[in-house]
């Protein structure tokens, strides 16, 4: 009798049993390709956010895309401080003016992800090293630097502002501490200050500021010396601070300090063009 009548030949059931083997180690394979993409998508997510603002790529096409869209429908200068923004500040503005902040965030994250989920699926280690890199090669800078000296030459930074590292010669002093949401209420505390007693009362003072209380201390160092008041350089400084950071998503994270220079930067050129006497109380009367 036959072995084919009573079941299948010993060759077949091994060839039947390592195509079963095969394909269970490819099923796991896959799951376990498959859980390595979906762990690490999020993590290639804030590293792809990571190098593209470091290296300003994503800033460059946000603000390209934006200004075109701006100029499309003729929005313009409104006003003095408008006259000497930076185009990145004018879309911030445009933007907020049309309430199109969540739609923008909304469209950098997807932007993100079409990123993000085929580096993972490609290369799922290749940004997080390179963040590490990135990292790396500040520490080594850091380290390797020499602190600058009080008496620093003169110098101007990249947006043609004069800068260096300035004794001051006063004797009443105004400090301010940091955190966004205090320094906020230090603006509120100082505005009442120059309602009471005059902005001429804090002429002779110089203000220093910790972390974002130094946007307070720039605010007050305007108002005192000319510059409209603190009412308005809050609106100027923070409110368009804030704009800048929800064109993107996370807010803050990672953005922060490309809104502070834009803003501060954008604001000694307002004093510059409109208030010489602020602007020099800043840039070489060492108030600041």
């Known amino acids: 009798i036959g072995s084919s009548q009573f079941g299948p030949k010993p060759a077949f059931k091994h060839a039947q049993g390592r195509a079963r083997r095969q394909w269970s180690a490819a099923i796991s394979a896959m799951i376990g390709r498959l859980l390595i993409v979906i762990v690490l998508v999020p993590v290639n997510w804030l590293c792809a956010f990571f190098l593209l603002v470091r290296w300003r790529v994503l800033q460059r096409l946000l603000h390209a895309i934006l200004g075109a869209c701006r100029r499309w429908h003729g929005s313009c200068a409104a006003g003095?401080?408008?006259?000497?923004?930076?185009?990145?500040?004018?879309?911030?503005?445009?933007?907020?003016?049309?309430?199109?902040?969540?739609?923008?965030?909304?469209?950098?994250?997807?932007?993100?992800?079409?990123?993000?989920?085929?580096?993972?699926?490609?290369?799922?280690?290749?940004?997080?090293?390179?963040?590490?890199?990135?990292?790396?090669?500040?520490?080594?800078?850091?380290?390797?630097?020499?602190?600058?000296?009080?008496?620093?030459?003169?110098?101007?930074?990249?947006?043609?502002?004069?800068?260096?590292?300035?004794?001051?010669?006063?004797?009443?002093?105004?400090?301010?501490?940091?955190?966004?949401?205090?320094?906020?209420?230090?603006?509120?505390?100082?505005?009442?200050?120059?309602?009471?007693?005059?902005?001429?009362?804090?002429?002779?003072?110089?203000?220093?500021?910790?972390?974002?209380?130094?946007?307070?201390?720039?605010?007050?160092?305007?108002?005192?010396?000319?510059?409209?008041?603190?009412?308005?350089?809050?609106?100027?400084?923070?409110?368009t601070a804030c704009q800048l950071t929800e064109l993107y998503p996370l807010g803050l994270v990672f953005m922060g300090c490309e809104a502070v220079e834009e803003v501060s930067a954008w604001a000694m050129r307002i004093a510059e063009s409109n208030w010489p006497a602020a602007h020099r109380a800043v840039e070489r009367e060492g108030k600041l």
């Open 80 to 239: 003095v401080e408008d006259e000497v923004a930076s185009e990145s500040v004018l879309n911030a503005r445009f933007v907020a003016s049309k309430g199109w902040q969540r739609q923008v965030s909304c469209g950098v994250s997807a932007a993100l992800t079409a990123v993000s989920v085929p580096a993972a699926a490609w290369r799922p280690w290749l940004c997080p090293l390179l963040v590490l890199g990135c990292i790396l090669v500040d520490v080594v800078s850091l380290l390797v630097s020499q602190p600058p000296a009080l008496n620093a030459a003169w110098a101007r930074d990249r947006h043609g502002i004069e800068v260096c590292a300035q004794p001051s010669p006063y004797e009443k002093h105004v400090a301010i501490t940091g955190g966004v949401a205090l320094a906020a209420y230090a603006t509120g505390v100082l505005h009442a200050m120059f309602q009471r007693y005059g902005p001429g009362a804090f002429a002779d003072c110089d203000f220093a500021g910790a972390s974002s209380g130094t946007w307070t201390a720039a605010c007050a160092v305007f108002a005192a010396n000319g510059c409209r008041d603190m009412h308005w350089l809050f609106e100027l400084v923070f409110i």
